[in-house]
Nanobody, 124 residues
Framework: QVELVESGGGSVQAGESLRLSCTVSEYDWSSYCMGWFRQAPDKERERIATIYRPGGATSIGDFVKGRFTIDQDKARRTVTLHMNSLKPDDTAMYYC?????????????????WGQGTQVTVYL
């Protein structure tokens, strides 16, 4: 059973930056793809970014492109979402996810595992 531990949420002022980290308990085919999603109240869940861990390929949602990036530290089994120039619209619960690699950076990806979520609040 893969476990995901998230850290790094909080409250920041618009324009500031945050980093969200996610550490996975195991590095095998069941967690070759990892990513971040978010869900704001009364809104659908959005896929923000994914990374194919063996090769490092990434995908970033158009709605955050240019502001958010994703990378990994293989030795620490950690994936980090770097969020810059944050806006109040970025306020949401952010979830780390992991799963098989199919559709990881292209097309539809369905994670098998989810973290507990970490709240990000951006105020003016």
């Amino acid at each position: 059973q893969v476990e995901l531990v998230e850290s790094g949420g909080g409250s920041v002022q618009a324009g500031e930056s945050l980093r969200l980290s996610c550490t996975v308990s195991e590095y095998d085919w069941s967690s070759y793809c990892m990513g971040w999603f978010r869900q704001a109240p009364d809104k659908e869940r959005e896929r923000i970014a994914t990374i194919y861990r063996p090769g490092g390929a990434t995908s970033i949602g158009d709605f955050v492109k240019g502001r958010f990036t994703i990378d990994q530290d293989k030795a620490r089994r950690t994936v980090t979402l770097h969020m810059n120039s944050l806006k109040p619209d970025d306020t949401a619960m952010y979830y780390c996810a992991a799963g098989h690699s199919r559709g990881c950076t292209r097309g539809s990806w369905t994670p098998e595992y989810w973290g507990q979520g970490t709240q990000v609040t951006v105020y003016l």
